[in-house]
C-alpha cells in the first residue's frame, strides 16, 4: 500500500524557518517525481513546488522561489521542503503528493499544518 | 486568484447528474492533461480524473472527465449524499513552468 506521511509542522514566528518531511513507502520513491501543495484555512489548492526523480530538476511557485527549497534523499524514501523567511500568507496545511504517468497526483499524504505568527 | 476558473458552487438532488466545468489556456489546459480531485471535509485531496478522461481502479464509472480546447468538464451521475465534497481540476501550466488548480467547486446535493 502506498502511504506518504509528512511530519514537521508547528507554530513558527514571522520570518522563521521550518523543515517539512515526507516519508514515502509501499513503492519505489526514486521511480517518482514528487510535489508539494498546499491548503490555507478554508481556501483553495495552491501547487507549492516539485523535484525530479533525481532531485536535478526543481520547479516553484513565484509565492515561494527563492524562500522555499525542495529536496529529496532516495536512500531514505523520503521528501523535504525547507521553508524560510516565513510569513502569515505561509499558514496552511501542506500535502506531499506522488506524480504518476500523465501528470496527475495519485496518492496524497494526510498533510501538516504550519502556522506562522506571533 | 486562480489561474483555472471553476464555478464555486454547484448543487443537485440525490440521482441528478451535475457538471463541472474548469476553464484554463493554451498555456495549460490545452496543452497538457487535466487531473481532477475529490476533497471530502476534513480528508486530502484524492484523484478522480487523469489524463482528461481516466479513472484510477476504485472510483466509479459515475464520474467522468473531458476536454474540449482550453476547457475540461466533470460530469457526475447518479449522485449521491456522499458525494458532497470540494471538486479541484489541476494541470501543469508550460508557461509558468508551475502546477496549477482551480479555485475549486463546492459541490452540494439537496
Known amino acids: 500500500e502506498v502511504q506518504l506521511v509528512e511530519s514537521g509542522g508547528g507554530l513558527v514566528q514571522p520570518g522563521g524557518s521550518l523543515r517539512l518531511s515526507c516519508a514515502g513507502s509501499g513503492f519505489t520513491f526514486s521511480d517518482h517525481w514528487m510535489h508539494w501543495v498546499r491548503q490555507a484555512p478554508g481556501k483553495g489548492l495552491v501547487w507549492v513546488s516539485r523535484?525530479?526523480?533525481?532531485?536535478?530538476?526543481?520547479n516553484y511557485a513565484g509565492s515561494v522561489r527563492g524562500r522555499f527549497t525542495i529536496s529529496r534523499d532516495n536512500a531514505k524514501n523520503t521528501l523535504y521542503l525547507q521553508m524560510n523567511s516565513l510569513t502569515a500568507e505561509d499558514t496552511a496545511v501542506y500535502y506531499c503528493?506522488?506524480?504518476?504517468?500523465?501528470?496527475?497526483?495519485?496518492?496524497w499524504g494526510q498533510g501538516v499544518l504550519v502556522t506562522v505568527s506571533s | 486568484q486562480s489561474v483555472l476558473t471553476q464555478p464555486p458552487s454547484v448543487s443537485a438532488a440525490p440521482g441528478q447528474k451535475v457538471t463541472i466545468s474548469c476553464s484554463g489556456s493554451s498555456s495549460n489546459i490545452e496543452n497538457n492533461y487535466v487531473s481532477w480531485y475529490q476533497q471530502l471535509p476534513g480528508s486530502a485531496p484524492k484523484l478522480l480524473i487523469f489524463?482528461?478522461?481516466k479513472r484510477p481502479s476504485g472510483i466509479p464509472d459515475r464520474f467522468s472527465g473531458s476536454k474540449s480546447g482550453t476547457s475540461a468538464t466533470l460530469s457526475i451521475t447518479g449522485l449521491q449524499t456522499g458525494d458532497e465534497a470540494d471538486y479541484y481540476c489541476g494541470t501543469w501550466d508550460s508557461s509558468l513552468s508551475e502546477g496549477v488548480f482551480g479555485g475549486g467547486t463546492k459541490l452540494t446535493v439537496l
Open positions: 489524463q482528461n478522461n
Open positions: 523535484i525530479s526523480r533525481d532531485g536535478s530538476d526543481t
Open positions: 503528493a506522488r506524480l504518476r504517468d500523465g501528470g496527475s497526483l495519485d496518492h
